[in-house]
């Protein structure tokens, strides 16, 4: 392209093209690094008394919109109250945070995205159920792996560190993530987090 023939509007567009693949970069070289340190150990988590329902009623709260601008229904199902757990709830909050985006990202116009929340013996279980595309059984041993998309993902966006994220927060609470689906019929991912903390202060 020769200079004289890039209008005004051209370099700009250039420059904001740039400024958000930079942008872009910058989270992913970020979110790699979080899953690296969370993996080793050298990320500390922040253990504090931790109203599970609270933060989840917020984040119900903020993502509703979200869902409805497209076309999903948001449901939050608590089976009663839940104690109060240790836990670092913001990254907690990132957990289901990037549960729910996956959720909606897959999931067509007129389903239903369903928060369920109860107790389970010894830890506090929270599940995110949604009517999208499912996944491939195949798959499935992989999704947690960073970097990792499932071929139907090709065309969304993304790079497959999300659920990877989800995997070490989880963990690092002494808790697990699991995660069964059905082609066509969605997928249902379980977190299991201890009520007390067994790994202390970071």
Do not use: W
Not at 12 to 41: M, N, P, Y
């Amino acid at each position: 392209i020769k200079t004289s023939d890039l209008n005004e509007e051209t370099p700009r567009k250039f420059i904001d093209l740039i400024t958000r693949e930079a942008g872009t970069l910058e989270l992913l070289v970020k979110d790699f690094l979080e899953v690296s340190r969370l993996q080793t150990g050298r990320l500390n988590l922040t253990f504090d008394a931790t109203f599970l329902d609270k933060e989840l009623f917020e984040l119900f709260n903020s993502y509703e919109p979200k869902a409805a601008d497209h076309g999903i229904t948001l449901c939050m199902e608590n089976k009663g109250a839940l104690p109060v757990i240790e836990a670092d709830a913001n990254r907690l909050r990132r957990v289901f945070g990037n549960l729910l985006d996956n959720a909606l990202k897959f999931s067509p116009k007129g389903t239903t995205v369903t928060i369920t929340v109860e107790e389970s013996g010894e830890e506090v279980m929270v599940k995110v159920a949604d009517e999208g595309q499912g996944i491939d059984a195949k798959e499935l041993p992989f999704i947690f792996d960073i970097f990792h998309r499932v071929p139907d993902a090709a065309r969304k966006e993304g790079y497959g560190v999300g659920l990877a994220i989800v995997k070490a927060i989880v963990e690092g609470h002494g808790g697990r993530v699991m995660v069964t689906s059905e082609v066509g019929k969605g997928s249902i991912f379980t977190v299991l987090l201890p009520k007390v903390s067994k790994l202390g202060d970071g």
